[in-house]
C-alpha cells in the first residue's frame, strides 16, 4: 500500500501567494484528515471529512483557509492569501471508517514557508 | 476527549526496555487508548492501541490497567531509531461521524548508548 500521499514536500512562497496542499488517502478509506503542526501550538487538526462530507472544521484557524474533498480520493487544503504565520508542517491522515477503533495513518507531510 | 499525561521526557539505554507511562484518569468506558510516535521530521507512526485488554504487536506491547486510568508503553528492545515524541491519546466515539485524535504535547524519548 503506497500510503498517505501528499504533496508538494516542500513549498516557499510569498506572502499573499496562493497556496495548495494536495493530499491522496488510501485507497478504500473514507475518512481523512488535515493536522498542522508548530512548534509554538504542537499538532492542531483543522478539519476532518467522513464519506467526502466536512464533519468539523472547526480548527480552521480563520477563512483564508479552506479545503475540499472532491472525490474519495483526492483533497486540497488551500490558503489564500497565505502570511508568514502560516508557515508550519501539513499533515494528511486517512482512516477506513470513522469509528474511534479504525486506525489514522498520516502523510509524510507538506512543508510550507511563507516569506 | 479524556485528557492526557505524559511525562516530558524519558531517557533509555539501547537494548533495554523502554517503558512510557500515560494518565488518563478520566477516560471513558468506550474511549479507546491510541500510541503514536514522531520521528524528527516525519509524518506521526501509528504504534498500537487498546480498549480493555492488554496488546502486543511487532513495534511494541500495551498495558492498560483494570480500571483503564492509565497505561504503559513499553518497547521491548529499545535501538537508537526509537528516538522520537511518544504521544498517548485517548479517542473517543464519535457516534455516526468520525472519530478523530487529539494530540497532546507527547514525551520525548532520547535512546542513548
Known amino acids: 500500500d503506497a500510503g498517505v500521499i501528499q504533496s508538494p514536500r516542500h513549498e516557499v512562497t510569498e506572502m499573499g501567494q496562493e497556496v495548495t496542499l494536495r493530499c491522496k488517502p488510501i485507497s478504500g478509506h473514507n475518512s481523512l484528515f488535515w493536522y498542522r503542526q508548530t512548534m509554538m501550538r504542537g499538532l492542531e487538526l483543522l478539519i476532518y471529512?467522513?464519506?467526502?462530507?466536512?464533519?468539523?472544521d472547526s480548527g480552521m484557524p480563520e477563512d483564508r483557509f479552506s479545503a475540499k474533498m472532491p472525490n474519495a480520493s483526492f483533497s486540497t487544503l488551500k490558503i489564500q492569501p497565505s502570511e508568514p504565520r502560516d508557515s508550519a508542517v501539513y499533515f494528511c491522515a486517512s482512516s477506513q471508517g470513522g469509528a474511534s477503533g479504525n486506525t489514522i495513518y498520516f502523510g509524510e507531510g507538506s512543508w510550507l514557508t511563507v516569506v | 476527549d479524556a485528557k492526557t499525561t505524559q511525562p516530558t521526557s524519558m531517557d533509555c539505554a539501547e537494548g533495554r526496555a523502554a517503558n512510557l507511562p500515560c494518565n488518563h484518569s478520566?477516560?471513558?468506558?468506550?474511549?479507546?487508548v491510541y500510541w503514536y510516535r514522531q520521528i524528527h521530521s516525519q509524518g506521526p507512526q501509528y504504534i498500537i492501541h487498546g480498549l480493555k485488554n492488554n496488546e502486543t504487536n511487532e513495534m511494541a506491547s500495551l498495558i492498560i490497567t483494570e480500571d483503564r486510568k492509565s497505561s504503559t508503553l513499553i518497547l521491548p528492545h529499545a535501538t537508537l531509531r526509537d528516538t522520537a515524541v511518544y504521544y498517548c491519546i485517548v479517542r473517543a466515539e464519535n457516534a455516526g461521524t468520525a472519530s478523530k485524535l487529539t494530540f497532546g504535547t507527547g514525551t520525548r524519548l532520547q535512546v542513548t548508548l
Open positions: 478520566t477516560i471513558s468506558g468506550n474511549e479507546y
Open positions: 471529512f467522513n464519506n467526502n462530507v466536512p464533519i468539523d
